[in-house]
């Protein structure tokens, strides 16, 4: 079955960095696009950032580009989010995602929290 496995949130100050990791298994992960969205309290789950199956193609939220880089390494079955000048409205738990015909895979997310 699909499994979707995010690491690396944590406490960081604004303006300081984070690498987010997500580990795929279940399926053959250099066939799909890969996402992150994320989520803050009361706030609607929100698209961050996409890459296609070989990592040709990247697509970012306005609000995160040029501060965040998505990259994947298929060797691995792992994509990853680097996460740059960090501000506090990027608090929030951060997703990965896949979708393979109509059915759509999350990963359990993991927590960032960036203080002022």
């Known amino acids: 079955q699909v499994q979707l496995v995010e690491s690396g949130g944590g406490l960081v100050q604004a303006g300081g960095s984070l690498r987010l990791s997500c580990s795929a298994s279940?399926?053959?992960?250099?066939?799909?696009?890969m996402g992150w969205f994320r989520q803050a309290p009361g706030k609607e789950r929100e698209f961050v950032a996409r890459i296609t199956a070989t990592g040709g193609n990247t697509y970012y939220a306005d609000s995160v580009k040029g501060r965040f880089t998505i990259s994947r390494d298929n060797a691995k079955n792992t994509v990853y989010l680097q996460m740059n000048s960090l501000k506090p409205e990027d608090t929030a738990l951060y997703y990965c995602n896949t979708q393979r015909g109509r059915d759509v895979y999350w990963g359990q997310g993991t927590q960032v929290t960036v203080s002022p």
């Open positions: 279940g399926f053959t992960f250099s066939s799909y696009f």
